[in-house]
C-alpha cells in the first residue's frame, strides 16, 4: 500500500517495513499503472492481490498486516468497476 503525505509517499512493505519517498502518490501511480494498483482514495493506493476484506457499510478495505484503509465515495468505483 502507498500513503501520500502531501508531497511524500510512504510505503508499506509486505513483511511489514515503511519507507518514506520525497515523490507525490499521483508519481508513484503512473509508475504502477499496468499493475494491480487502485487508487481507493486521494490518499491511498493499494495492490488489489492484497485486499482480505471489504467493508461497505463503513466504506473501508482491510488489507494484510491489519492495515485498514478508507474508500473514499467517489473511488469506489475503481474498486468495483461496471463492466
Known amino acids: 500500500m502507498l ?3 502531501a508531497n511524500y509517499t510512504l510505503i508499506h512493505l509486505q ?3 515503511k519507507k ?4 507525490t502518490l499521483s508519481y508513484f501511480q503512473k509508475l504502477l499503472i499496468n499493475e494491480a494498483f487502485i487508487r481507493v ?8 492481490i492484497f485486499i482480505l476484506k471489504y ?3 463503513g466504506n473501508k478495505i482491510f488489507l494484510e498486516n491489519d ?7 467517489r473511488k ?3 474498486l468495483f468497476p461496471t463492466n
Do not use: Q, T
Not at 20 to 23: G, I, K, S, T
Open 55 to 57: 467493508d461497505e457499510v
Open 76 to 78: 469506489k468505483k475503481n
Open 20 to 23: 518514506l519517498y520525497a515523490r
Open 67 to 73: 492495515i485498514e484503509v478508507s474508500i473514499s465515495r
Open 15 to 17: 513483511d511489514g517495513r
Open 41 to 48: 482514495h486521494r490518499g491511498y493506493l493499494v495492490n488489489s
Open 3 to 5: 500513503e501520500g503525505y
